[in-house]
C-alpha cells in the first residue's frame, strides 16, 4: 500500500499533495503502514480514507479504489450502522469499542454478513485538534459462522438417538436446520425407494413446497430437482442449483441459490439420498460453507444409517424369535453376569413352568429361584469363564411347576455366547424335556435290572441318543438349511445372524458325531461275534496306515513297525481294524509341536495273549488322567476334533473278547498302548 500511496495522483485530491499534509497526519499513516494487523485512518470531515496491506482483504471488490475514498460514500450500505460513531468522535466524542458486531458489507457484489471487533478513536492534527478517526479492527465472520454452525450439528446429534423411525429421523433433523434460517433458508431430505428409481422426501423446512417424490429416471418430469439429482447420482458430487429465480418462492425472492448434495451410507459409496439445502444470499457459498454441508449431510446419513440398522435389528431379532418359537426343541438365551434371560421360546417355558411374561428380562435365579441349589449357577459361570460348552445327557431338575416341585430330566448344551468381537457376554442352552426316556428306562431297569447292571452306562445314554435325539436333530437342521435358504444375503451376512446360525450348526455337529459314535458303542456288543476269523495284524496296521497316507505326509511322521513271527489273531475283523484305527488316530492327532512324530507299532505273543503295542513320542498324559482315558466323553485336549468316545469303544471291543487294554504315559514325552488279544 505505501507503493501504492506514492503513486496516487494526490494533487488532484481535495487533501493536495502530501508535502501539505499534517505531520500527525504522515505519521499516522507511516504507523499503520508498518502494521501487520488490519488498521484504517478517516481524515478530515469528508473521512477520506487510508489503509494498509492487512486491512485489503476486508474490502474486496471496493479495493484499490478505496484509497482516498469518502467513507461516507466507500461504505454507504453501513454508514447508518458506523457513521453516527464516527462523526461523534470527530466532534469530540468518547472512543468506541465493540466485539462481534453484524455488519451487511457490499464488498463481494451482494449485502455480505460479516462480524467484526474494531475500536474507533481520534486521530490529532499538528495543532491537538481531532481531524480524523483511527481504527483497528478483527474480522470475527469465520468464527461466529463457525460457532453456529456447530451449535447446529450438535443439535441434529443429540436429538438423532431419541427418534424411533426414518421419517421422524428426516423431519426432525429439518426442524433443527430451520433453528438456523441464515445458513439454511430451506432445507429437505430425499431417500431413496429400495429399486432407486424415486427420491422420496421425508423431512423439510422452509415455507415453500418442493416436489414430495422425484421420479429420477422419468424425463418427462420437469420438476425442480430432477437433473440436479441425475448429476449427483452420476457424479457423486455437489450439483449447484443457481436458478432458483425462475421458482415462485414469495417471500423468498431473496434466495437464488441452493445446493444439492449426496447422502452416502456411512463407509460405502452407496448412495442412499440427497439433502437439499437453499444457500444465504448473504454469506459466499465458500470451503467453510460446503464444509458445514458435508458435515450436515454426514450427521444426517448416520443417523439414517442408524435408525435403519436399528429397524433391521428390530426385524431379525422378530423372524428369530419366530424361528427359534418353530423349533422342536428348548432354547434360552441367558445375557451378562446375572444370566438375565433374553430370549425365552415356549418350549423352555414349558419345562420350567413358567410364561414368557413371567421369566423374560430378569435373572435366571429370580425367574427360577427353585435352581439356585441345583448347580445351575456354577454350570454356567463355567462355560463363560472357559469358553468350553457344557452337554448334559440327562440332568435331573427340580422345577415348580403346577403349584408343586416336579423333577425333570432334560438332555441339554450349555453353548458360550460370544459378541461381534468375540468376546462372552453370555450363554446359548438348548435343551430337550426326556421325562417320558426316563420313565421308560426306569421300567426297563426294574424289569432287568441285572443286564442294565452290565451295561449301565451305555444303555442308560445310547437309547436316549439313538431314539430320542435323532429326531430334533435332523429337524433342527433341516430348519437351519431352510433359514439359510430364505434368509436375503443381506440379512444372511450380519454379523449377529451368522454368529447365531454358526453356534447352532456347531451344536448340531456334536449332536450328530456324538450319536453317531455312540451308535457304534452299540454295535459293539451286538456284532462283536459275527464276523470272527483269522486275522494277521500286519495286514491290518498297513491297510489303516493307507489310510492315513496323508496325515502322516503332513504331519512328517515317521512310522516303525515290529512284528512277531505269531502275530495272528481269532477276532472279529471290523473290530480289529477299529482298535488299530483308533490308536492310529489318536498317535497322529495328539503329536507334539516341539519335535517330529515317532510312531513304533510292534506286536509279542505270551501264552495267553497276542499283544498289540502302540508307542509315540507325542503330548503324553498325567499319571491321574491316565485311570480316565476309557471313559465315556473324556477328552484331554480340546485343540482337535472329537467325541472322547473312542477309547472307550476299544476298550469295550477287547474286554468283551476277553481282553484286556492297558496305557503308560509320560507327559510331555510320549504314550505307549498295549492291546491284550486272548488266544
Same mark, same amino acid.
Given at each position: ?27 499516522? +499513516? ?23 496491506? !492487512?486491512?485489503?482483504?476486508?474490502? &474486496?471488490? %471496493?479495493?484499490?479504489?478505496?484509497? &482516498? ?6 461504505? !454507504? ?19 468506541? #469499542? ?54 447446529? $450439528?450438535?443439535?441434529? *446429534? ?13 423431519? *426432525?433433523?429439518?426442524?433443527?436446520? !430451520?433453528?438456523?434460517?441464515? @445458513? ?18 421425508? &423431512?423439510?423446512?422452509?415455507?415453500? @413446497? ?6 429420477? #429416471? ?25 436458478? $432458483? ?5 414469495? @417471500?423468498?425472492?431473496?434466495?437464488? %441459490? ?24 448473504? $454469506? $459466499? ?14 450427521? +444426517? ?7 435403519? !440398522? ?20 428348548? +432354547? ?12 425365552? +421360546? ?30 445351575? %449357577? ?195 475283523? %471290523? ?105
Amino acid at each position: 500500500m505505501g507503493e501504492r500511496m506514492r503513486a496516487y495522483d494526490w494533487a488532484k485530491h481535495p487533501l493536495g499533495n502530501p508535502d501539505q499534509w499534517p505531520q500527525s497526519l504522515k505519521n499516522n +499513516i507511516r504507523l499503520l503502514l508498518h502494521s501487520g494487523f488490519p488498521m484504517f485512518i478517516w481524515w478530515s470531515k469528508d473521512f477520506f480514507h487510508f489503509y494498509n496491506d !492487512a486491512y485489503i482483504s476486508t474490502l &474486496g471488490i %471496493k479495493h484499490p479504489a478505496a484509497l &482516498g475514498a469518502s467513507a461516507r460514500e466507500l461504505w !454507504a450500505e453501513i454508514w447508518n450502522d458506523v457513521g453516527g460513531i464516527a462523526e461523534s468522535i470527530l466532534a469530540g466524542g468518547k472512543p468506541f #469499542y465493540t466485539e462481534g458486531l453484524l455488519l451487511y458489507l457490499d464488498r463481494n457484489g451482494f449485502p455480505e454478513e460479516t462480524y467484526w471487533t474494531f475500536s474507533y478513536s481520534p486521530a490529532f492534527n499538528d495543532g491537538g485538534q481531532v481531524a480524523g478517526v483511527f481504527c483497528a479492527c478483527t474480522e470475527m465472520t469465520n468464527t461466529i459462522l463457525g460457532q453456529r454452525r456447530l451449535k447446529t $450439528l450438535k443439535d441434529i *446429534a443429540d436429538a438423532m438417538p431419541q427418534v424411533e423411525n426414518l421419517g421422524q429421523a428426516c423431519q *426432525a433433523a429439518c426442524n433443527l436446520l !430451520a433453528q438456523n434460517k441464515t @445458513d439454511l433458508p430451506f432445507s429437505q431430505i430425499y431417500l431413496l425407494n429400495r429399486s432407486g428409481t424415486k427420491a422420496v422426501c421425508l &423431512g423439510k423446512a422452509g415455507p415453500w @413446497d418442493f416436489p414430495k417424490v422425484v421420479e429420477l #429416471y422419468n424425463k418427462q418430469q420437469e420438476e425442480i430437482w430432477n437433473k440436479p439429482m441425475a448429476e449427483v447420482m452420476q457424479f457423486k458430487t455437489t450439483f449447484l442449483v443457481d436458478d $432458483l429465480q425462475r421458482l415462485d418462492l414469495s @417471500d423468498s425472492s431473496a434466495v437464488q %441459490k441452493a445446493a444439492v448434495l449426496p447422502i452416502f451410507r456411512p463407509g460405502q459409496d452407496q448412495l442412499i439420498g440427497f439433502f437439499v439445502a437453499g444457500i444465504s444470499p448473504n $454469506l $459466499l457459498y465458500d470451503a467453510d460453507y460446503q464444509n458445514f454441508h458435508k458435515l450436515l449431510v454426514g450427521q +444426517i446419513a448416520t443417523s439414517v444409517a442408524s435408525v435403519q !440398522a436399528r429397524q433391521e435389528i428390530i426385524r431379525q431379532q422378530t423372524e428369530l424369535k419366530d424361528l427359534f418359537e418353530q423349533a422342536p426343541v428348548a +432354547i434360552c438365551i441367558l445375557r451378562g453376569p446375572e444370566y438375565v434371560i433374553e430370549l425365552a +421360546i415356549p418350549g423352555i417355558c414349558e419345562i420350567w413352568g413358567k410364561k414368557q411374561e413371567d421369566v423374560l428380562g430378569k435373572p435366571v435365579l429370580e425367574a427360577l429361584p427353585e435352581v439356585s441349589d441345583q448347580g445351575i %449357577k456354577e454350570l454356567l459361570d463355567g462355560v463363560v469363564q472357559t469358553g468350553i460348552p457344557y452337554v448334559n445327557k440327562e440332568l435331573p431338575l427340580q422345577f415348580l411347576r403346577n403349584g408343586a416341585m416336579e423333577t425333570v430330566y432334560v438332555s441339554f448344551v450349555y453353548h458360550p455366547f460370544r459378541n461381534v468381537l468375540g468376546k462372552i457376554v453370555g450363554v446359548i442352552a438348548v435343551a430337550i424335556e426326556i421325562n417320558e426316556q426316563v420313565e421308560a428306562r426306569h421300567q426297563v431297569e426294574a424289569i432287568n435290572q441285572e443286564l442294565l447292571a452290565i451295561n449301565a452306562d451305555l444303555d442308560n445314554f445310547v437309547y436316549a441318543a439313538s431314539h430320542d435325539l435323532k429326531a430334533p436333530i435332523s429337524n433342527i437342521e433341516g430348519l437351519m438349511e431352510t433359514l439359510v435358504e430364505f434368509l436375503p444375503p443381506n440379512i444372511l451376512h450380519q454379523d449377529e445372524v451368522q454368529q447365531v446360525l454358526s453356534m447352532i450348526q456347531a451344536s448340531v455337529g456334536r449332536f450328530k458325531r456324538a450319536v453317531a459314535d455312540l451308535t457304534e458303542v452299540a454295535k459293539v456288543q451286538r456284532e462283536a461275534s459275527e464276523d470272527v476269523a483269522s486275522i494277521y495284524l500286519p495286514e491290518v496296521v498297513e491297510d489303516v496306515q493307507l489310510d492315513f497316507e496323508n496325515t502322516i505326509k503332513a504331519a512328517g511322521a515317521q512310522i516303525k513297525t515290529h512284528f512277531s513271527a505269531e502275530a495272528t489273531v481269532r477276532f472279529s475283523a %471290523k473290530n480289529v481294524r477299529s482298535i488299530v484305527y483308533n490308536l492310529f488316530s489318536n498317535a497322529l492327532k495328539y503329536r507334539s509341536p516341539q519335535r517330529a512324530l515317532e510312531i513304533t507299532i510292534s506286536t509279542q505273543a505270551t501264552p495267553d495273549y497276542i499283544v498289540l503295542t502302540v508307542t509315540d513320542n507325542g503330548l503324553g498324559m498325567r499319571a491321574e488322567d491316565q485311570s480316565k482315558i476309557f471313559s465315556m466323553f473324556k477328552r484331554l485336549h480340546d485343540h482337535v476334533e472329537g467325541t472322547g468316545i473312542g477309547l472307550y469303544i476299544v476298550k469295550r471291543i477287547v474286554e468283551n473278547a476277553g481282553g484286556k487294554i492297558e496305557v503308560e504315559s509320560q507327559e510331555g514325552k510320549g504314550t505307549t498302548f498295549q492291546v491284550y488279544f486272548k488266544r
